[in-house]
T-cell receptor, first 113, second 114 residues
């Protein structure tokens, strides 16, 4: 069975601080990995994705994530957050032979001025 | 270019009733997935429809059923509603051949069961 664990449920940062959100998963095979974001009042949207190749992937708005296969992790990072990054962040996995996305519980990020 | 549209946005039902939620996919998309998001949780996969057939189903009881129409729009039906069915129901669309997990989500239908 697949599962996704996001370690931080609520994170509060000041603007310009660095961000790292943890995501670990359990799955016995090859997976595709995703980070989705939901800004206040908006719908869920894709932030970045990893399928294969370079384990460091870059997404929109300066976000990046690193896939570490040995640790079953796909942590999200941003060197310097802005107030506009306040949002809910969801890590998700997709088993190679399936269509469903399995989401974590999400991390609520609040960036203060 | 219209994104994913869902209706209704909010609805209240009582236990035992039935509900139908509707979704129109993003233009150019032919695959529709439904997710349930309970308060404080991540979205949970209910099922996916492609070519008017249920292609994959998550761990939801048979009370949850769906349909996809020739124009790719979709409905989610829930029978014999329980209090625990109260949640945000999200529709997401994607395009076959590019089914890489890149989903486009609607705003959701918030169902409250009393």
């Amino acid at each position: 069975a697949q599962s996704v664990s996001q370690h931080n449920h609520h994170v509060i940062l000041s603007e310009a601080a660095s961000l790292e959100l943890g995501c670990n998963y359990s799955y016995g095979g090859t997976v595709n990995l995703f980070w989705y974001v939901q800004y206040p009042g908006q719908h869920l949207q894709l932030l970045l994705k990893y399928f294969s190749g370079d384990p460091l992937v870059k997404g929109i708005k300066g976000f990046e994530a690193e896939f570490i296969k040995s640790k079953f992790s796909f942590n999200l990072r941003k060197p310097s957050v802005q107030w506009s990054d306040t949002a809910e962040y969801f890590c998700a996995i997709q088993g190679y032979s399936g269509y469903a996305l399995n989401f974590g519980k999400g991390t609520s990020l609040l960036v203060t001025p | 270019d219209a994104g994913v549209t869902q209706s209704p946005t909010h609805l209240i039902k009582t236990r035992g009733q039935q509900v139908t939620l509707r979704c129109s996919p993003k233009s150019g998309h032919d695959t529709v997935s439904w997710y349930q998001q309970a308060l404080g949780q991540g979205p949970q996969f209910i099922f996916q429809y492609y070519e008017e057939e249920e292609r994959q189903r998550g761990n939801f009881p048979d009370r949850f059923s769906g349909h996809q129409f020739p124009n790719y729009s979709s409905e989610l039906n829930v029978n014999a509603l329980l209090l625990g069915d109260s949640a945000l129901y999200l529709c997401a669309s994607s395009a076959v051949g590019r089914d890489t997990g890149e989903l486009f989500f609607g705003e959701g239908s918030r169902l409250t069961v009393l």
